[in-house]
DNA sequence: TGCAAATATGTCAAATCTGACATAAAATTA
DNA sequence: TAATTTTATGTCAGATTTGACATATTTGCA
């Protein structure tokens, strides 16, 4: 595994463990985890784009400012139901959700 | 639902009079909903494809039997990462869930 | 038909996810 | 600069989701 992506998971709080630890992640659970994280940086790209506050965002979704924090920073308390219902009310498109899934390496 | 939600709706571009419609969901609501429905699907599709029983995706899963058939029947306890977390351990690909999202009405 | 495998449905305690809150830090503005 | 807004981080009780279990129903096949 890749140095700086392991830090960046780690920063994220995923449990990450050393390189073997992650290697024994089935690829089904390391896809998820890849798509979680891509699907996050688009709600923030969204948002921005749609000059939204976290704080506005919260309130569409019926949530709060510290929560659409961790939404953004790939937090592993957010459920992916979440991050893609902050998506949709970023107004990001289907495409864009399944761009991001295309990407998704 | 009401003749002006109906109007404004309409003007956005929704299709009104589905199910979705009927139980007042928010456009991004809806959208959530009927992807988790055709996940679902795709899920079952999937499973049969690879001559699955709902038991033995359940073992790959760590999982029971009963919340497979759940997951299936798009039962509304089902998390949409339990869901996409099914999916992947079917051998479903990236590009076919792309599809499911782009095919989604 | 009868039987066995597969699937569906309801329940529940435990695990996970949640919004809310406090507060710190960073960014933006005056 | 200081003041204001925005974002980040930790915590936690309540809500939701979970696997497991019991059991009913359906399906497929001899």
Known sequence: MDAEKRK???AAGWVVGNTSDFLGLTPAEAE?????TR????????????NL???ALA???GSSQ???AKIESGDPSVSLDLIVRALFN???????????????E
Chains 1, 2 share one sequence.
Request: net charge positive; charged share 25%.
């Open 8 to 10: 960046q998971l780690e």
């Open 32 to 36: 998820l985890v890849e798509l979680k």
């Open 39 to 50: 699907l996050a940086l688009l709600v923030k790209e969204q948002r921005k784009v749609h």
């Open 53 to 55: 506050s976290q704080d």
């Open 59 to 61: 309130q569409k979704i």
């Open 66 to 68: 510290s929560r659409v």
């Open 90 to 104: 970023t107004g990001a498109t289907r495409q864009q959700l399944a761009q991001v899934i295309l990407d998704s």
